[in-house]
C-alpha cells in the first residue's frame, strides 16, 4: 500500500471531491492510498482503521467458513465505501476486501472522525442510499441466478473481475459465486472462446469482444 503525500495527495482530493457528502470539513483528514492488484485492502477477522471510499479501481468481498472453505460474496466498484459496517457497528466480523485491479481509496481515519461521521446527517443520508443500493444489487444477483442462464452472468462476471481487458480468476471460484457446475462452466467459456469473445493465454482470458460480453451483461443490469 502506498499512501499519496503532498501534490500527489492534493491532486486527487481535488480531482475526486467527495466534499459535498459531509456537513464538516473531511478534507483535511482524507488520506489518498494506493493498492495493487492482489493486495488486501482489509485482511478477514481485522478491524479497520478507516472508512475507504474508493475513487478508481474495484474489488472483491471474501469470508471463510468455519469448514475452510473461502467464498467470494461480492464486488466493490467506484464510489463504493469499505469499513462502513465497522463504523456503524462496535462488534463487527470484518470480511476480506482484495483488490481485483490497482485500486486507489480514500481513507478517513477512524480515530480522529468516527464521532463526528455518526453524527453527521448529510453523511448518514448518503450511506443509507449506498447501503439501499448494496442490499439491492445482493437481493438481484440471487434473483439472476434464477432468471438468467449462465451466458449472461458469467459475461458479467468477467467485466467485474477483469484488470485491463485480461481475465484470470479461478474457476472452482466463479462456480461456487455463480453456483454452477464446473462442466458447465467450462462449456460456456469454450463458447465465448468459439465466438471470438475471449482468447485463452494459459491459464488466464484475454478480453476480445467487450461489446458482446457487455451486450450479455447489460440484459441483468435492465432486468
Not at 9 to 16: A, D, M, Q
Not at 78 to 105: A, P, R, W
Not at 110 to 138: G, H, N, P, W, Y
Request: hydrophobic share 35%; glycine share 4%.
Amino acid at each position: 500500500m502506498e499512501n499519496y503525500k503532498q501534490e500527489k495527495r492534493e491532486h486527487y482530493i481535488e480531482t475526486y471531491s467527495i466534499a459535498h457528502l459531509f456537513s464538516f470539513p473531511i478534507t483535511e483528514y482524507i488520506q489518498v492510498h494506493e493498492y495493487q492488484r492482489g493486495e488486501w485492502i482489509i485482511k478477514e477477522g481485522t478491524r479497520p482503521d478507516y472508512l475507504f471510499y474508493v475513487i478508481e479501481g474495484k474489488a472483491k468481498i471474501y469470508v471463510t467458513h468455519q469448514n475452510g472453505k473461502t467464498s467470494l460474496l461480492n464486488f466493490i466498484n467506484v464510489h463504493d465505501f469499505i469499513g462502513e459496517m465497522e463504523l456503524l457497528n462496535e462488534v463487527y466480523y470484518s470480511k476480506g476486501i482484495q483488490t481485483s485491479t490497482t485500486t486507489i481509496c480514500f481513507a478517513i481515519p477512524f480515530q480522529s472522525c468516527r464521532a463526528k461521521l455518526l453524527e453527521d446527517v448529510t453523511f448518514l443520508r448518503e450511506l443509507s442510499m449506498f447501503l439501499s443500493a448494496k442490499a439491492t444489487r445482493i437481493a438481484a444477483k440471487y434473483s439472476h441466478s434464477l432468471a438468467f442462464p449462465l451466458e449472461n452472468r458469467l459475461a458479467d462476471f468477467i467485466l467485474q473481475t477483469a484488470d485491463h481487458d485480461v481475465y484470470k480468476e479461478k474457476h472452482v471460484t466463479v462456480c461456487d459465486f455463480l453456483g454452477v457446475s464446473y462442466r458447465h462452466l467450462l462449456y460456456v467459456f469454450a463458447q465465448f472462446c468459439e465466438k471470438g469473445f475471449l482468447k485463452k493465454e494459459g491459464t488466464s482470458y484475454r478480453i476480445k469482444r467487450q461489446d458482446e460480453l457487455s451486450r450479455l451483461a447489460e440484459m441483468l443490469k435492465n432486468e
